[in-house]
């Protein structure tokens, strides 16, 4: 079977090296400028040029039997058009309502599903309007510019407020209230063709600056929210008619789950199933979005993952790994704050998890962070 990744990064690359050793053939279809070095030996790169139609596409990639995507931003039109040609997988309406801020709340409104109270603004004095009905604190955010916390302002004063309303110029904005959660988890949950949906256990993310820097599963006991958490990803699989992995990000508060952003495709929170007891999620979205049934996601044990970031001297650290950790390297070039590789660890204790990550941070992290 021949799988064509829309996408070249670090999760087309890692889906690809799991599907060789399900005996797949995979096709890549890199955008003008993208760098696509992750894939490079995996498969036939294919460059997608401005009046590519989709039919040429589909022949550029070898005629594929499916076509999944692994990037934030997609042609959803293009999308479409493949799918007149073979299967794609999640299907380009899921795509797209994951595919801006805008549309991902629409969607979680009409499933009545929880998030952050927010407002969409265009102009200075809307944003004013929105964060003074919200109140102070505000995140505002672009619906389609931006990750790992880029194009991302917390106002927390009305000064700050101030200032950016004078700085940006009028456009569309997403006002949110800032939430005070007291921890971040996300949800990855794989759905077959035929319907059947199996969950990952919840994983505990730590940010930094937007950027996720670790992750830990099983989250620590999240009481009645994990049966929230559970039911909230299996209503947005059903939804969306979802096909492939789905990965929801969450704020924990005292009571409550807010929904804070959808990714339609393998994630990085998903990283540490590489080296579980489990299928990968990787190996789970091609057994999905290949027709097959899904294998294991339940763990006994607790497994731990820290990003590799550019712009650190981090070579005494790679050498000198502990026979617990194991590292994955995207094949990069490196840039400040890149993410450029991670290690997994994994250990039947929580602790001793908890104490690895926090050892690896302090090798990988000693130095300033360094400007991007
Ligand atoms: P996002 O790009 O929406 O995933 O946001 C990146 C990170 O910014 C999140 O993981 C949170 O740590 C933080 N963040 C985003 N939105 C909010 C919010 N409404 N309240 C508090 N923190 C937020």
């Known amino acids: 079977m021949h799988v064509g990744i829309i996408g070249c990064g670090q999760l087309a690359r890692m889906m690809a090296l799991a599907g060789w050793d399900m005996g797949l053939r995979f096709s890549f279809l890199a955008s003008e400028g993208e760098s696509t070095t992750c894939v490079q030996g995996l498969g036939n790169i294919v460059l997608h040029t401005p009046g590519h139609t989709a039919e040429q596409v589909y022949q550029d990639l070898g005629q594929p039997d499916v076509v999944t995507v692994e990037r934030e931003r997609v042609d959803y039109a293009l999308l479409r058009g493949l799918a007149d040609h073979c299967a794609v997988h999640p299907n380009a309406d899921a795509v797209e309502a994951c595919g801006d801020r805008f549309r991902e709340k629409q969607l979680l409104d009409s499933a009545e599903l929880p998030s952050a109270p927010y407002a969409i603004a265009e102009t200075a004095q809307d944003v004013r309007a929105a964060a003074q009905s919200l109140g102070l604190p505000v995140v505002v955010k672009s619906p389609t510019e931006g990750y790992d916390g880029k194009q991302q ?93 789905l990965a929801m990000e969450s704020f924990v508060t005292a009571d409550a789950l807010l929904i804070n952003e959808l990714a339609p ?108």
């Open 153 to 245: 302002w917390h106002l927390l004063t009305e000064k700050q407020l101030e200032a950016f309303c004078e700085e940006n110029p009028p456009g569309a904005w997403l006002v949110e209230s800032r939430v005070a959660f007291e921890r971040e988890v996300s949800m990855i949950a794989a759905r077959s063709a035929d319907g059947d949906v199996t969950l990952y256990p919840p994983t505990e993310n730590r940010h930094r600056d937007g950027i996720l820097l670790t992750s830990i599963a099983p989250a620590a006991d999240m009481g009645p929210l994990h049966e929230k958490a559970c039911q909230y990803i299996s209503t947005l699989l059903e939804a969306m008619d979802y096909v492939g992995v």
């Open 265 to 372: 495709r393998v994630h990085n929170s998903g990283h540490w199933t590489m080296h579980g007891e489990v299928s990968s999620q990787f190996e789970n979205h091609l057994r999905a979005i290949l027709g097959m049934s899904l294998g294991a996601t339940q763990t006994s044990r607790c497994h731990g993952m820290i990003n590799i970031l550019g712009g650190y001297d981090q070579r005494g650290t790679l050498l000198s790994l502990s026979r617990d950790a194991r590292l994955t390297d995207y094949n990069k070039s490196h840039r400040p704050l890149r993410k450029l590789a991670h290690i997994n660890v994994c250990s039947a204790s929580r602790e001793n998890v908890e104490e690895q990550l926090l050892s690896l941070h302090d090798q990988l992290y000693s130095g300033s962070t360094p400007a991007v």
